[in-house]
C-alpha cells in the first residue's frame, strides 16, 4: 500500500491529472441523477407559484432588462471611442469579454482546499488558468479540465493567486494568498508597499500583472491593513466581492 | 456473501464521498464538511479481511482525492494505515459494543485528517492551516465519532437482511416425547 501511494503521489502531473479524471468519471451517473433531481425539483418549484407572483417577476425583469439595454448601449459606445482613441494613438484594441455561463456542480470535500467542479469542460473550449467569475466579482480560475467537467480553484486557495490592485491614488500593487480554513469571505492581500496608502472600504480589483486575469475584474473592498515581517511590508485583508460559500452559477471568461 | 459485503461497502464509500462533495449544509452550520469514510473504514476493520480493508481505503480514498484539490493517493494510505492498526487489535476489541464503536470512530476520524496533512505537506503540497483547521478538526473527529455507529447498525441491519439466518435447533427430542395412552 505504501509503495502504491509513493507511486501515484509520484506521478508525472500529465498523468496523474488524466488519472484524477479518470476516477472522477466514476460519479457520471451521480451527476446525472443530481441534475435530473435538481431540474425536477426546480420545475415543481415552479409549478407551486402563484400565478401573480410570476407575472410580478416577469415585469420586474422587463424593468431590468430595458435598464441593461440602456446600460450596454452606453457601454458599446464608450468602447467603441475607446477603440477609436486607441487606434489614434496606436495602442493595441481591447478585445471584448467572452463569458459561458456554467453551473456549480460539486464542492472540495476535504477541509483545506477551497474549489469546485463546473459542468464546461474541454468540450466547451475551456483550458487551464481562464479565470471565472460572478457579477459581484472574481472566483478564481479553472485548474483541471476533463471533457464535460473542470475543476476551479477559488479565491484563498494557495494555489490561487492573483496579481491585485487597492483602487487609491497610489494604486497600491499587492498578490492575493490565501484565506482562513473556516471563513470564505476574506482573503489576505500580501506583499503591499510599505508605505501603501491601504484604508478600509477601498476597492481592489485585478491588476493584469501576471497574464492569467485580465485588468479590471472586481475582488473585493479593504477590511484592514497592518505592517507585517518588522515592516518589511503591508499586509491587508479584502472581504471578497462575491459570495464563495453560494456559488451555484458562474461565468467563465474564455480567451 | 464476503464479495457482497465488499461491493456494498464500496459503493457506501463512493456514495458518500459524492454526499460530502455535493451537499455543503454541515459546512454552513458549522465550518466543516463532515467525512464519512473514517467510520466505513472502522467498520471494514473490524468485521472484514485485509481485502476488505483495502477495497474500502483504496476505493474510497482515490474518489475522495479524485473530487478534490488533493493529489491524487493522499487519502489513500493515512486510510489503510489507521485501518490496519485497528485490524491487528481486532481481537482485543468489543466491536459490539457502542462504547467502543464510538471511541474507535472518534480516534479514526482524528487520525485520518491529521495523518492526510502530513502526507499532503511531505509531498510538498500547502494545504489551507490556521486556527480554524483545529476548529474543523474537532468537528470532523466529534461527527465521526456519532457516525461509526450509524454505520454498524446500517450494514448490520444490511447483513442480517441478505444472509442466511441461523437455522433454530428445534426442542424436540423423541426420548422425551411423552407417549399417551396405555402401552402394551
Known amino acids: 500500500m505504501l509503495v502504491l501511494t509513493l507511486v501515484v503521489l509520484n506521478l508525472p502531473t500529465q498523468t496523474a491529472a488524466r488519472l484524477k479524471l479518470a476516477v472522477s468519471s466514476l460519479f457520471l451517473p451521480l451527476f446525472g441523477l443530481a441534475g435530473t433531481t435538481h431540474e425536477l425539483l426546480v420545475r415543481g418549484a415552479d409549478n407551486l407559484l402563484p400565478r401573480r407572483e410570476l407575472v410580478r417577476e416577469l415585469e420586474q425583469l422587463h424593468r431590468d432588462n430595458q435598464e441593461l439595454r440602456l446600460l450596454a448601449a452606453r457601454g458599446t459606445e464608450a468602447l467603441r471611442e475607446n477603440n477609436r482613441l486607441r487606434d489614434l494613438i496606436g495602442w493595441q484594441k481591447q478585445s471584448p469579454w467572452k463569458l459561458k455561463p456554467a453551473r456549480v456542480v460539486l464542492r472540495d470535500p476535504a477541509n483545506w482546499w477551497r474549489s469546485i467542479q463546473i459542468d464546461l469542460g474541454r468540450r466547451d473550449g475551456l483550458v487551464p488558468n481562464l479565470p471565472v467569475l460572478t457579477p459581484e466579482g472574481l472566483v478564481g480560475r479553472v485548474a483541471l479540465v476533463g471533457l464535460t467537467r473542470s475543476q476551479v480553484l477559488l479565491l484563498g486557495d494557495p494555489s490561487c493567486r492573483v496579481s491585485a490592485l487597492v483602487e487609491n491614488e497610489k494604486r497600491d500593487q499587492g498578490i492575493l494568498g490565501s484565506g482562513g480554513p473556516v471563513d470564505t469571505d476574506l482573503v489576505e492581500l500580501n506583499y503591499l508597499a510599505p508605505a501603501a496608502d491601504v484604508k478600509p472600504g477601498q476597492g481592489v480589483m485585478t491588476s493584469g500583472l501576471g497574464g492569467v486575469f485580465p485588468k479590471g475584474i472586481t475582488i473585493g473592498k479593504i477590511v484592514d491593513a497592518r505592517p507585517v515581517e518588522y515592516g518589511l511590508y503591508t499586509q491587508a485583508r479584502v472581504k471578497l466581492a462575491a459570495n464563495l460559500g453560494g456559488l451555484e452559477e458562474v461565468w467563465v471568461l474564455l480567451p | ?184
Open chain 2, 1 to 184: 456473501m464476503n464479495w457482497l459485503n465488499n461491493i456494498l461497502l464500496l459503493l457506501t464509500a463512493l456514495l458518500a464521498v459524492f454526499a460530502e462533495s455535493a451537499f455543503d449544509l454541515t459546512r454552513h452550520l458549522l465550518g466543516a464538511q463532515i467525512d464519512v469514510l473514517p467510520a466505513l473504514m472502522v467498520y471494514a476493520s473490524l468485521t472484514g479481511d485485509l481485502v476488505t480493508l483495502a477495497v474500502v481505503t483504496v476505493g474510497g480514498g482515490l474518489c475522495f482525492d479524485a473530487l478534490s484539490a488533493n493529489p491524487l493517493g493522499a487519502s489513500v494510505l493515512p486510510l489503510f494505515g489507521v485501518g490496519f492498526m485497528i485490524q491487528r487489535r481486532r481481537a482485543l476489541i468489543l466491536r459490539d459494543q457502542r462504547a467502543a464503536q464510538w471511541v474507535l470512530g472518534w480516534l479514526a476520524s482524528a487520525s485520518v485528517p491529521a495523518l492526510t496533512l502530513l502526507v499532503l505537506l511531505s509531498a510538498g503540497q500547502t494545504p489551507l492551516l490556521g486556527w480554524g483547521t483545529l476548529w474543523q478538526w474537532l468537528v470532523v473527529s466529534a461527527t465521526g465519532a456519532l457516525l461509526t455507529p450509524t454505520v454498524f447498525r446500517f450494514f448490520d441491519l444490511v447483513r442480517h437482511t441478505f444472509n442466511y439466518q441461523p437455522a433454530t435447533e428445534t426442542s424436540f427430542r423423541p426420548d422425551r416425547e411423552i407417549r399417551r395412552g396405555r402401552q402394551l
